[in-house]
């Protein structure tokens, strides 16, 4: 049996926009749903109703619904792996018009790793464990 953990975020009318940068960044295939494909719903028909980024090993999920506004603080999206050029890449892009809170580099358990806050506000950690030069 294949049970996956995708992280979900809520977004307060920018999902759109937020998950067309994850994919300009992480690449991948991303599904939009606006609230408007359903007749008489009550919602803002140009809000995002439902999405998914998927890419060859993760996948992210987001809407603009839900009562209550993200809230990063008590989470952090994590990408693990050994693609020390992609990963860095990630980190980059990710950072761009946000902010990095602790720059990628060399840590005591032997992987490179850092964090950022990227400009939707959402928490993220890089961690390189077996750099591939």
């Keep these: 049996m294949n049970i996956l953990l995708n992280p979900y975020l809520h977004f307060d009318g920018n999902c759109e926009e937020a998950m067309n940068f994850y994919k300009s960044v992480l690449g ?3 599904t939009l749903s606006k609230f408007g494909d359903i007749p008489e719903n009550g919602e803002d028909p140009a809000k995002i109703m439902h999405s998914e980024l998927k890419t ?3 996948s992210v999920m987001a809407s603009d619904g839900g009562k209550q506004p993200m809230n990063s603080k ?3 999206l994590s990408l693990n792996g050994e693609d020390g050029e992609t990963l860095r890449k990630y980190f980059d892009g990710l950072a761009d018009g946000g902010k990095v809170t602790m720059p990628v ?15 939707f506000g959402v928490d993220w950690m890089v961690n390189i464990t077996s750099v591939k030069k």
């Excluded at 580099?105 to 400009?119: R, V």
């Design 105 to 119: 580099a060399k840590q005591p358990w032997g992987a490179e790793f850092g964090m950022l806050q990227d400009k």
């Design 56 to 58: 060859d090993s993760f």
């Design 74 to 76: 008590s989470f952090s």
């Design 28 to 30: 991948g295939e991303l």
